[in-house]
């Protein structure tokens, strides 16, 4: 299965979440979609819990992810 283009799925809109990538056509932050990944969800368990979704926007949140950390300034903790 080809990765979608994370452009076409995910939008930044002033009117919703301030700002805060969501997935398009949804007011589901890209944020919440990683951190249930990150929480160890399947992506089947994501769709039951937010039935707007689908798989291609799924990835397309981790392409979105895996683009701004090659692009940005990754932040890391400072150890102590």
Do not use: K
């Not at 969800?41 to 949140?61: F, G, V």
């Amino acid at each position: 299965m080809q990765i979608p283009n994370w452009a076409d799925r995910i939008v930044v809109d002033p009117d919703i979440h301030h700002e805060e990538p969501c997935v398009r056509g949804t007011r589901v932050p890209v944020a919440v979609v990683l951190g249930s990944l990150a929480q160890g969800l399947s992506p089947e368990a994501i769709l039951r819990e937010y039935p707007a979704l689908t798989l291609e926007d799924i990835q397309a949140c981790l392409a979105y992810a895996a683009e701004v950390i090659r692009s940005g300034e990754l932040l890391v903790p400072l150890g102590a």
